[in-house]
C-alpha cells in the first residue's frame, strides 16, 4: 500500500515539476510580448478563473455541458446498443443495415451543424443531437465487433449445456462483449466532448463552448483560457470516468 | 489395410453400444477449391461406460468426430446415434470439454460450475437448495474446494482444467466428450490430471454405473494409460484405421506406466501412425 | 449455408438506402415546399456547384489547410515521439504537459487561434497542427516504445551506434504505429478544418475563411439553400473516405511486412 501511495506521490511531484516548468516559459513569453490581449501571465489567468469559479459562472457552464453529455451518451446507447446487438448476431440484418452507417459514419457530427441549425434553430437541442450523433457510430461498431469477437467456444459450451439461444445471448454474448463496448464507450464519450465545443461554439446560448466564444467577442483572454482550461479538465474526468466503468464492471478484460 | 479396419470395427459392434457412428463423412465446403473430406465414412460404437481415446496426427478429423457426437455438428452423409437416438442438436447429456476450457471469464469458479444447472435444461426440478448442493459436490469432487469464489484469470490451468471439468460434470451427463482437454498443460501436471480424471470418472466401478468417455488426444502414452480402447485415425482423409483394445487392469496409477504391456501397446500404435505424422512436419 | 454471390451482398446493401431516398423523395413531394431538400433537387444542386468550380475550389483550400497542418504537426510529433519513445528522461519531462492538453479538443482553441492570428488560413492551419498533433505523438511514441527489445538486442550486439539503431530498427519497426497515428491525425484533421472554418464563418461574418466549412454556413446563414448544404455534407464524408482510403493504399505500398 505504501509503495503505490509512494508511486503516485513521486508521479504526482514530477508532473508539478513538469507544469512549473511549462508555466515559467509561459510566463516570460507573456513578459517579452507583453500584450494582455493576446498573450495574459499566469497569474492574471488564475486570477480570473478564480473570479468565475467563485461566482459560480464556470460551473454553471460546465455543469450544462457535462448534463448535454450525460443525455447524448444515453441517448446515444440506447439506440446504438441495441442496433449492435442486432448487426451482430444476425450477418443478414448487419449487410442490410452496415452500407447506410458506413455511408452516414464519414460525415462528423460537425458537418450536420448547418443543416441542425436549420431544424433546431440555436438552443439545447443542437448541441445534443450533434454529439448523440457523434457518439453514436462508435458505439455502434464497438458492439458489433464485439459481439463477434465472442469467443465461438463459449457459445459452444453454452449450447452443449443445453442453455437455450435467447439465455445465451444475455448470459454469454452480452457479457462477453461488454469489454468491447466499455472500450467503444469511451471513444464516443472523446468524440462526443469534443463535438460539444464545436456545437457551443457556433449554436448554443449556454455551456463552455458558449462561454469561450462569449469571452473572445469581448477580448477578454484571461476568462477565455479559464474556459479552455475547463474544458480539458472536465474531458479528462469523463474519460477517467468511463476508465472506472471499464475496471468496475468488465475486471477480467485486460486493461487498456 | 482398409480390411482389417473393417473387421475391426465389425468386431467391436455389439448390443449395449452407447454411442454409434454409422458410415459418417463429413464434407467441407471452402470457397473457390474442391471439398474438403475431414472425415470418410468411419464406423465406430462406443459402449456404455468405457473410455474411449481416439488417436492421431494433426487434421485427421478427431475434432470434427467429436463435434459431431456433441451435436455441434451434422455429418455430410452416414448417421450419428446415442442410446438408438440421430443426434441433431447439443445437449447436456453429452457434455464437451473444449481444449481452451472455454470457461466464462465474469464468473466465478462456483458461477461456471452452476452455469448449466442454472440456466439449460439440467437443472429442471432442482430447487434452490438442491441446485447448490450439487454444485458443491462437484466442486469437492474435482478437488477445487477453497477456490468457489475465484475467477479464471486467478486460476492455474490444472485449475482450469479442473473447473471445466467440473462445469460439465454437474450437469450429470451421460457422455463425457473431451477435446486434448490436457493439451495445455505442463508434462507434470498434465500426469497428475490424468490420474484424477480417472477418479473422477470412477476407474474402479463397474462399466454400468459409469459413464461413457470420447477423449481426443496426440499424446500415444496418455492414450494407452487413460483408454478401455483407442481409435486411431489416419488423415486427408480422417478414416477409422485401428481399433486397439487396451487390457491394462484397473484402477491405473503410476505403476501402470511401468509395465512392459504399456510400452509395447505404445509401440504398436506409434508404428501406426509413424509415418502420417512424419509427412506432416514436412508437409 | 449458400454462398453469397458478390451480387446478391451488394444487393441487399443498397435495399436501405434505396427505400430512404424513395421514402425522402416522396415526403418531399408530398410537403410541396420549395425550400425542402431533396436527393434530386440534392443532385442537380451538386451539379451545378461542381461545374461552377465552387466546391472543387472550396475543398481544395481546406485540403491544402489540413496539410499544411499535418505537416507542421508531423514536423514536431515525429521527432519528438521518437525522442520521447527512446529516452524515459524526454518522455517523463515532456509527457505531462501533452497529457494535460490532449483533453483539450482543437476547436476549444479555436477562439485563441483567431485572437493570435486572425481568421485566415494560418488560424486555420494552427488548428488542424494542434489536433493532429496529439494522436500522432502518442502512437509514435507507443511504436517507439513497443519496439520488441530483442530487436535492439540483436543490433546491439552487431555493434551499432544508438542513433543508427534508432535510425535502422526502432524507426522502421515504428512505422506501422505511426502510420496507425497519422491515419487517426487526417481524420481528426479533416474534421477539425470543417469545424473551424464553420466556427469563423459563422463569427466573421461569412467572410474570408474561405474553404468547405465555410461555405456551408453561407448556405445557412445568407441563401438558405439546404440542398447546398447537403451537397457540402455529402462532400465532406467523401473526402475523409477517400483521404482515409488513399492513406491506407499508402500504408500497404510502404510497408509490404505489415498484414494489413
Request: charged share 15%; hydrophobic share 55%.
Amino acid at each position: 500500500m505504501t509503495s503505490a501511495w509512494l508511486r503516485h506521490a513521486g508521479s504526482a511531484g514530477v508532473y508539478l515539476r513538469t507544469m512549473a516548468v511549462f508555466i515559467g516559459v509561459w510566463w516570460l513569453i507573456a513578459l517579452w510580448t507583453a500584450n494582455p490581449i493576446l498573450l495574459p501571465t499566469p497569474p492574471v489567468v488564475l486570477d480570473a478563473a478564480i473570479g468565475l469559479a467563485r461566482d459560480l459562472e464556470l460551473f454553471h457552464h460546465a455543469g450544462i455541458s457535462l448534463g448535454r453529455m450525460v443525455i447524448s451518451i444515453t441517448l446515444a446507447s440506447l439506440l446504438a446498443v441495441p442496433l449492435g446487438l442486432a448487426m451482430g448476431l444476425s450477418p443478414r440484418f448487419e449487410r442490410i443495415v452496415d452500407p447506410t452507417i458506413e455511408v452516414l459514419r464519414p460525415i462528423s457530427g460537425i458537418a450536420w451543424i448547418p443543416l441542425a441549425l436549420f431544424i433546431f434553430g440555436i438552443g439545447n437541442a443542437l448541441p445534443v443531437f450533434i454529439m448523440t450523433y457523434a457518439a453514436f457510430f462508435p458505439i455502434v461498431l464497438g458492439t458489433v465487433l464485439g459481439v463477434r469477437t465472442v469467443d465461438r467456444r463459449l457459445i459452444d459450451a453454452a449450447r452443449t449445456m443445453g442453455v437455450p439461444q435467447r439465455t445465451i445471448v444475455t448470459r454469454v454474448v452480452i457479457p462477453a462483449a461488454l469489454p468491447s463496448l466499455l472500450v467503444a464507450l469511451r471513444v464516443g464519450v472523446a468524440l462526443s466532448w469534443t463535438a460539444v465545443v464545436a456545437a457551443e461554439l457556433i449554436g448554443a446560448p449556454s455551456g463552455l463552448g458558449y462561454g469561450v466564444e462569449w469571452y473572445r467577442e469581448l477580448l477578454m483572454t484571461p476568462q477565455v483560457m479559464s474556459f479552455i482550461a475547463m474544458i480539458g479538465v472536465i474531458g479528462y474526468i469523463c474519460d477517467a470516468g468511463v476508465r472506472w466503468l471499464n475496471r468496475h464492471f468488465t475486471p477480467w478484460a485486460a486493461a487498456r | 489395410m482398409t480390411a482389417t479396419a473393417t473387421m475391426t470395427a465389425a468386431a467391436s459392434m455389439n448390443a449395449n453400444a452407447k454411442l454409434r457412428l454409422t458410415d459418417v463423412t463429413k464434407r467441407f465446403q471452402v470457397r473457390g477449391a474442391p471439398d474438403t473430406v475431414a472425415v470418410d465414412n468411419l464406423t465406430l460404437d462406443v459402449r456404455q461406460g468405457e473410455f474411449l481415446v481416439i488417436v492421431g496426427p494433426s487434421g485427421c478429423g478427431k475434432t470434427t468426430v467429436l463435434n459431431m457426437l456433441a451435436g455441434l455438428d451434422t455429418p455430410s452423409s452416414g448417421t450419428v446415434a446415442i442410446d438408438e437416438r440421430v443426434i441433431t442438436a447439443p445437449g447436456p447429456d453429452r457434455g464437451v470439454m473444449f481444449q481452451d476450457y472455454a470457461l466464462y471469464p465474469w464468473q466465478t469458479v462456483w458461477g461456471n460450475v452452476e452455469f448449466g444447472l442454472r440456466y439449460g435444461p439440467a437443472g429442471n426440478g432442482l430447487d434452490d437448495k438442491a441446485r447448490q448442493e450439487r454444485v458443491r459436490r462437484t466442486i469437492d469432487l474435482v478437488g477445487l474446494k477453497g477456490a468457489e469464489r475465484k475467477y479464471p484469470n486467478q486460476l492455474s490451468g490444472g485449475m482450469r482444467q479442473r473447473t471445466a471439468l467440473a462445469r460439465l460434470m454437474a450437469n450429470e451427463p451421460d457422455v463425457l466428450l473431451m477435446d486434448e482437454p490436457l493439451a495445455a498443460l505442463d508434462a507434470q501436471t498434465r500426469i497428475i490430471l490424468q490420474d484424477e480424471l480417472l477418479r473422477i470418472w470412477g476407474q474402479d466401478r463397474p462399466a454400468a454405473e459409469r459413464r461413457t468417455v470420447v477423449f481426443i488426444t496426440h499424446a500415444i502414452d496418455e492414450a494407452v494409460f487413460l483408454a478401455d480402447r483407442i481409435a486411431v485415425m489416419t488423415t486427408h482423409p480422417g478414416r477409422l484405421k485401428a481399433v486397439i483394445d487396451v487390457p491394462l487392469a484397473r484402477p491405473r496409477g503410476d505403476a501402470t506406466r511401468a509395465l512392459p504391456e504399456f510400452q509395447a501397446l505404445t509401440q504398436h500404435i506409434w508404428s501406426l501412425i509413424r509415418d502420417e505424422a512424419y509427412r506432416a512436419t514436412v508437409a | 449455408m449458400a454462398r453469397d454471390s458478390t451480387w446478391s451482398r451488394w444487393g441487399t446493401g443498397l435495399v436501405l438506402p434505396l427505400v430512404l431516398l424513395l421514402t425522402w423523395e416522396a415526403i418531399g413531394a408530398m410537403l410541396q415546399s420549395p425550400r425542402t431538400p431533396v436527393p434530386t433537387k440534392i443532385i442537380a444542386a451538386a451539379g451545378v456547384l461542381i461545374a461552377s468550380g465552387d466546391l472543387p475550389l472550396a475543398i481544395l483550400q481546406s485540403l491544402g489547410r489540413v496539410f499544411g497542418g499535418l505537416m507542421v504537426a508531423v514536423a514536431i510529433a515525429l521527432p519528438l515521439g521518437l525522442a520521447m519513445g527512446n529516452s524515459r528522461a524526454v518522455e517523463r519531462n515532456v509527457d505531462p504537459v501533452v497529457e494535460t492538453f490532449r483533453p483539450i479538443a482543437a476547436i476549444a482553441i479555436l477562439p485563441l487561434a483567431i485572437l493570435w492570428l486572425g481568421t485566415g488560413t494560418a488560424a486555420a492551419v494552427m488548428i488542424v497542427a494542434y489536433a493532429a498533433f496529439f494522436p500522432l505523438i502518442v502512437n509514435t511514441v507507443a511504436g517507439a516504445k513497443n519496439v520488441h527489445p530483442t530487436l535492439l538486442q540483436a543490433a546491439a550486439t552487431m555493434g551499432l551506434s544508438r542513433f543508427t539503431i534508432i535510425r535502422t530498427v526502432v524507426i522502421p519497426a515504428a512505422l506501422p504505429s505511426i502510420f496507425v497515428g497519422l491515419r487517426i491525425a487526417l481524420a481528426v484533421g479533416w474534421t477539425a478544418i470543417v469545424a473551424a472554418e464553420l466556427a469563423v464563418g459563422a463569427k466573421a461574418g461569412g467572410g474570408g475563411s474561405g474553404g468547405i466549412g465555410q461555405m456551408m454556413f453561407i448556405f445557412y446563414a445568407y441563401s438558405i439553400e439546404l440542398n447546398r448544404i447537403i451537397v457540402c455534407m455529402i462532400a465532406v464524408g467523401l473526402i475523409a473516405l477517400v483521404l482515409d482510403r488513399g492513406l491506407r493504399a499508402l500504408m500497404r505500398a510502404s510497408m509490404p511486412w505489415v498484414k494489413s
